[in-house]
């Protein structure tokens, strides 16, 4: 779970955006103390940042709490931007013009990517997620009823024991244990099934995507 930060004075970071919508890096660590700054380098073209899923409320710009940001072009900044919270990662997407990049990943200090299960169809507020490589993640279950969470391949996704995961069980009203994604260029995809519900996640969704670079 996210953790509320203490007011001390860390580094700034700054993540690039390019001309096709693309972050870099992709996966960016930052400390719990750390702001981060999203520099423009298309010279044409301003872009938005699109914090998702429960992301988008775990950073303030100017003691305001943000969900997304507009970046100007030819070197234009929007920042520097505070994590409200300690020991979470975020996702987020890029938009410029007719371009969509993304999800990619902000890691504060080294805590999980939050996943809601929002209605008992299987459905969550986040089918396409990225986490870096050792980064972790967990399935949030907000409906009544069990989810069960099964994953199409084996060695991507680990327990705190370092086990393999291919399916995962969360009780209703409650997160899971948290989920450790290892390896470079990964993706697993998903299906979840609620008790009483059979439904899988439609085709297309339910993706985890694994330290992209």
Known sequence: ?????EALTGVSQTININSDAKASPKNKPIGNSDTVTFQNNDPNNQATVTFLGAGASEFSYNGSTVSSVT???????AGPLTP???????????????ETGGPFSI???????????VDDQGDTDLPIAEI?????????NQVGNTATITFDKPNVMFDSNGNSVTSQTVNGGSPGAPLTGRGTDQRVGYTIAISGHPRRVETGTGTIKVGSN
């Open 107 to 117: 890691e504060v200090g080294t805590g999980p990517l939050q996943i809601d299960i």
């Open 132 to 140: 870096p490589n050792n980064g972790s993640l967990f399935f949030n």
């Open 84 to 98: 409200n919270n300690s020991n979470v990662t975020v996702d987020y997407q890029v938009s410029m013009v007719s």
């Open 71 to 77: 970046v100007p072009a030819a070197g234009g900044t």
């Open 1 to 5: 779970m996210a953790t509320p930060k």
